[in-house]
DNA sequence: ACAGTGACAACAT
DNA sequence: TATGTTGCCACTG
């Protein structure tokens, strides 16, 4: 399992309505200096419309540390990501910003992480 | 083996 | 606020 799946896993845990960074995901896993590595997983994704991982994957609830959506403009943009966070009920205001006092995932502990991992695995 | 590439983050202007 | 700089790191060819 490469960092790439586990940074899939992570995101599959995100509910509904709730919001993450790059960076607190990377930390999850261990890695707190992997941000740029978890957007990297991401954009990866996109190349990969077919998979159905694509579509089962919420994507839309990473968001910078700042609570910025970071994604540029490519297949889908920044309106896409803020339309579906809206759809599920998360504010996201014109400057395409969001309140992390409140929509902010508080994440997992590195137990319950290990436990994600060991069912990826199967 | 190695250099290039980002949907980052923290900090300095 | 808004840019710019620097450090980062997994993956790719």
Same mark, same amino acid.
């Given at each position: ?15 509904? =309505?709730?919001? &993450?960074?790059?960076? $607190? ?10 941000? !740029? *590595?978890? /957007? ?26 700042? =609570?910025?959506? &970071?994604?540029?403009? $490519? ?10 966070? !809206? *759809?599920? /009920? ?33």
């Amino acid at each position: 399992m490469n960092f790439y799946e586990q940074v899939y896993a992570v995101i599959l845990q995100i509910p509904r =309505g709730k919001v &993450s960074s790059y960076g $607190r995901i990377a930390s999850m896993l261990g890695r707190p200096r992997a941000a !740029r *590595a978890v /957007g990297f997983a991401l954009n990866a994704l996109k190349d990969k419309q077919d998979d159905p991982l694509h579509a089962k994957l919420p994507w839309q609830r990473v968001v910078n540390s700042k =609570g910025r959506i &970071s994604i540029v403009n $490519r297949e889908y943009g920044r309106n896409e990501q803020a339309e579906r966070l !809206r *759809a599920e /009920g998360v504010v996201v205001n014109n400057k395409l910003q969001i309140d992390l006092d409140i929509y902010l995932w508080e994440g997992l502990h590195w137990m319950e992480i290990d436990d994600i991992l060991k069912v990826q695995k199967e």
